[in-house]
């Protein structure tokens, strides 16, 4: 039945399906990858020989081990039907009866969690498959499968549910060659006992951090925010900083290139204007537009710092922005010390000048805004203006 199964065809499938994941496996898949599958061909292998399994069928359960998670590629929900028929159309293209192609198939469906495996080869594939439960080991490779799990179904198991789980399925699952039931199972027993533990630690360690914690929210008021408050905070600041960065260096291009053009015309006027006196109009206008535009744009930049004191009776009304240096830089430190002290022990005060300071930074940047739009305004209709009046002293001057 199985004669035209040789060592070749092996090798084929190896090549194969290493070449398949390596193109198309997704990074997310950290456990089911070809590491674990080139596992699962060695113990068949090795499990296929204890059980006196002759050499073409040795050669058909490790085609069947390469194979019998590929899908994960694919879906990992539905990987052992999509894995069945990656390996039924393998085997066709290499010209296998369609016989030993259903054998393949019904081995690598029996792996499907609960296993149920009726014939020998599907019973050493399924050992193979979760010898992993009975190595030493078996928390390294669990750690990549919690990982995994946590990836594909986009959600968060602790360590504690993701051993109890482990404890369920260890619970629900037997071997099913008799060097499984004989070899594997008492080592599986005693890294159950070793995950039932790891469980009691975990826990003991939650036991002894509860109360803890409990102190820790008796403390805690009920005004208190989270830490994305915090988070906005920042970057809000964050932002109105960079806005106020930008809005900056726009005042400063608008400055430099009206600088340019005031210098530039202001020279062609000068020396022009006895040659060309009809120039004098636009030139005007073109100054004129070019110095208001820069006012503007000084306006713009221009610091704007108030009397730098505050009092008592403001701090205690919560009335002054402390995180602005504008209002204490005249301040003695001893007075703005106080002043600081005085917020960090009351969240809601400490939060009010969080919001008062955003406020503030909010109120100086619209400022800055409206000063750069007219600037920016004022700038292009001078340009227009300019060009305009500059075409009409031309072409009145050629007719006349």
Known sequence: MYHSLNQNLLEKAARFVTNYLNRNLPEEILFHNLEHIQYVVDKAAYIGKKCGLPEEELILVQICAWFHDIGFAVDPENHEVISAEMAADFLAQNGIPESVIETVKTCILSTKVPQNPTDKLSKVLCDADLMH??????????????????????????????????????GAHQYHTEFGKTELEPKKKSILQKLKDKIKMIEQEQFEVSPKKEKKSKKKKSGTYSRGVESMFKNTARMQINLSSI???????????????ISITTTLLISQYEDTPNIIFPAIVLLSFSLITIIFAILSTRPNISSGKFDKEDVENNKVNLLFFGNFY??????????????????????????????????V?????????????????????????????????KVL
Do not use: P
């Open 133 to 170: 439960l009975s190595e030493d080991d078996y928390f390294k490779r669990i750690k990549k499968m919690r990982k995994e799990q946590n990836k594909l179904f986009d959600k968060k198991m602790s360590k504690k549910d993701f051993y109890e789980k482990s404890v369920r399925f260890f």
């Open 247 to 261: 809005a900056d260096k726009k005042s400063n291009i608008l400055i430099s290139v009206n600088a340019i053009i």
């Open 330 to 363: 005249n301040m003695d430190l001893d007075e703005y010390e106080w002043a600081m002290k005085k917020i960090m022990k009351n969240d809601k005060k400490l939060y009010s000048t969080l919001i008062m300071d955003q406020h503030s930074l909010g109120k």
């Open 365 to 397: 940047l619209a400022k800055k805004y409206k000063l750069l739009r007219i600037a920016y305004n004022v700038f292009m209709a001078g340009i227009i203006i300019s060009v305009l009046a500059f075409l009409l002293t031309f072409i009145r001057f």
